[in-house]
């Protein structure tokens, strides 16, 4: 693909054709007019009208080739679609138009040097060294360690069009790193990933870790067949007591996500509105959320979990400058929710291990104290 400079960033050659902001009379202007500095910029939150923004929204969509858009929680848009929905200014066509225009605004700043262009690298952090096990602990052979394995529980929707890929994306790249560390990972897929096995498994001794990828609402998250899994009002703290949680979901993280807290889970992570996402790059977009899994797996706390993931989501970002695909990107990391929001997600200190044992003695353990 082609590509053109401007100011300093690098951009594909039909992205630097979209307008990046608005003129007073309401026309649209472009990057190199801004450049030359012939035209002082008027662009991003001030535009003048949501008339403007939807003007702005669609010329910058139009120019996008073969452009689909997924919405965990709705389904797969096309190109016409998208723009209906701008023009109509449905919930869905303001999101895009609010994406489109802020990363403009982005943009422009990165072109004019204002904000830093994002490497393009991630360097995995390395896995935190586990705890020593305690001298008394060592008596029993490793082989039976099984029984103080702490669990995982994962809820991956593998029977929607819309959340299969992300489901593959998860068990093939966020389960065996779990695996790998020696928790015991529960999967829930298929028919199986419903109502009844979630609650049942999450009940159970030794689980620290809920994850998964479905749909969902402010204060719903489902499973198979859109069967609610956990729903604000209709689960038993049980299932969450103890837990740090993740869910890949559209909403989820502005009220079930606290309310998970205020049951006794240790922490949430989630997005407080739709999860957008370009089918033709969907894998940035796993990619940059299942760095929250990974890192929490490989012993990093909440608050550099989220760092990661942050870091994830700007280094896909720098991998398609100018592009809607950017642009969702930016507001999907915008939109996550998490103990650095506030300590209505938890603590931001928290983290997992493998074994229950490095976090008691064999006394409490015979005692049952947990």
């Not at 001030?46 to 669609?58: F, G, P, Q, R």
Request: charged share 20%.
């Amino acid at each position: 693909m082609k590509t053109i400079k401007l100011g300093k960033l690098t951009l594909p050659e039909f992205a630097a054709e979209k307008s990046i902001g608005v003129r007073g009379d309401g026309s649209l202007m472009y990057a190199k007019e801004v450049l030359s500095g012939k035209i002082p910029p008027k662009f991003g939150l001030d535009l003048t009208s949501l008339d403007n923004k939807v003007k702005m929204a669609i010329q910058r969509i139009k120019l996008e080739p073969d452009l689909k858009i997924g919405v965990i929680n709705a389904g797969i848009y096309n190109k016409a679609e998208i723009i209906s929905h701008i023009e109509r200014q449905t919930s869905f066509g303001k999101q895009i138009a609010d994406a489109e225009v802020k990363y403009a605004e982005f943009t422009l700043n990165q072109m004019l040097g204002k904000v830093s262009v994002a490497t393009k690298r991630f360097v995995m952090p390395k896995a935190v060294a586990l705890p020593a096990v305690p001298t008394e602990w060592k008596i029993i052979p490793k082989n039976r360690w099984v029984l103080f394995t702490n669990k995982v529980l994962f809820s991956e929707n593998t029977t929607d069009n819309v959340t299969l890929e992300a489901a593959n994306y998860r068990i093939n790249n966020v389960h065996p790193v779990f695996e790998s560390r020696g928790f015991e990972v529960i999967k829930l897929t298929g028919v199986n990933n419903n109502r009844t096995n979630f609650a049942a498994r999450a009940k159970e001794s030794r689980v620290v870790y809920i994850s998964g990828i479905g749909h969902g609402n402010y204060d719903n998250y489902t499973g198979h067949s859109n069967s609610s899994l956990m729903r604000v009002g209709s689960y038993d703290s049980e299932e969450v007591n103890h837990s740090s949680i993740h869910l890949l979901s559209c909403r989820t993280g502005r009220d079930l996500g606290p309310n998970t807290v205020t049951k006794g889970a240790v922490s949430y992570m989630g997005y407080s509105e739709n999860f957008t996402f370009t089918w033709s790059n969907s894998t940035l977009f796993w990619k940059a959320d299942s760095q929250y899994d990974i890192s929490l797996a490989l012993g990093r706390t909440v608050q550099q979990a989220v760092a990661d993931t942050v870091a994830q989501f700007n280094i896909g970002m720098a991998l398609v400058p100018g592009t809607t695909t950017a642009a969702l990107l930016m507001q999907d990391r915008d939109l996550m929710r998490s103990a650095m929001s506030g300590s209505a997600w938890g603590s931001k200190t928290a983290k997992i291990l493998p074994y229950l044992f490095y976090n008691m003695s064999f006394a409490d353990y015979a005692m049952r104290r947990f």
